[in-house]
């Protein structure tokens, strides 16, 4: 029987997981994924996902795809594939895809969240699934930073040096910063983005809201191509694979955009 591609929904915390990435000896999110599915089909089942993510980073609405010839509703691959999974990955939605739909190659866009719990004492109910920064982070001059950085752009200054992308030029579409209670939101959407992109651009618009550099410094940093020029990594716990864009053709369905007073209604 010839083989038919289904694509699936995920969210999952990171925390304890070395990251998306199959590795010898480590816990990681498509590890645990291919075990599940592989269960549930009784054969080898190998995926590939819409956005690796690093260790600690979560997903709110992760898409992967994979190819089997064995026959399963859409119901068992959700349920049954849950049933082999660890608590902290739970499969959203499974439906079949046309062949020629692929969950990285077929992005248009991409979406992450960062969530910044801004308040003098550290997080206990959500520590590993927040950020936290203990100075206070004004939202006004890191949305004017934000501002700067939209467009294409050589994003040198913000990719992690082993990062193994053969260009560094990205469109960053969207880059928000507001406050809500104890936490400061960033929200970044663009075509594809470089290994630790957002993490970079969140420890540099911190960096702003600090009052240690004005809006305008983070123009310099950009035109710099310059790692050294820029702030520390911001840390993984507080990011989140938001979601991918693709065309409607495919049918995949749009993510619900949790929002942050829903995550974590305590912190508010």
């Not at 936290?132 to 939209?150: F, T």
């Not at 082993?162 to 928000?176: F, I």
Request: net charge positive.
């Amino acid at each position: 029987m010839q083989a038919e591609r289904w694509a699936l929904g995920l969210e999952y915390a990171g925390t304890h997981f070395s990251g998306w990435q199959r590795q010898t000896g480590q816990d990681s999110i498509q590890g645990a994924l291919e075990h599940a599915l592989s269960s549930v089909a009784a054969e080898a089942v190998q995926v590939t996902v819409a956005g690796r993510t690093d260790a600690g980073v979560h997903a709110l609405c992760q898409v992967a795809h994979f190819d089997t010839s064995i026959l399963r509703s859409p119901v068992s691959w959700v349920r049954g594939g849950n049933r082999f999974l660890p608590p902290d990955i739970s499969i959203r939605w499974a439906r079949r895809v046309p062949p020629e739909f692929h969950a990285r190659f077929s992005a248009t866009g991409r979406r992450y969240r960062y969530l910044i719990l801004n308040r003098s004492e550290r997080p206990g109910l959500f520590a590993g699934q927040i950020a936290w920064h203990p100075r206070y982070l004004d939202p006004v001059p890191m949305q004017e930073a934000a501002a700067m950085l939209l467009g294409t752009h050589d994003f040198s200054a913000f990719r992690a040096s082993g990062c193994q992308a053969r260009s560094p030029v990205r469109t960053l579409r969207r880059l928000d910063v507001w406050r809500t209670g104890n936490m400061v939101v960033i929200e970044a959407e663009a075509n594809a983005f470089l290994h630790h992109m957002v993490r970079n651009l969140a420890g540099v618009l911190m960096k702003v809201g600090r009052g240690e550099q004005p809006p305008e410094w983070v123009s310099g940093v950009l035109a710099s191509r310059d790692r050294r020029c820029a702030a520390m990594t911001a840390p993984g716990s507080g990011l989140y694979f938001a979601g991918a864009l693709y065309p409607e053709v495919f049918g995949i369905p749009a993510c619900d955009g949790l929002s942050p007073e829903r995550l974590f209604p305590l912190l508010g």
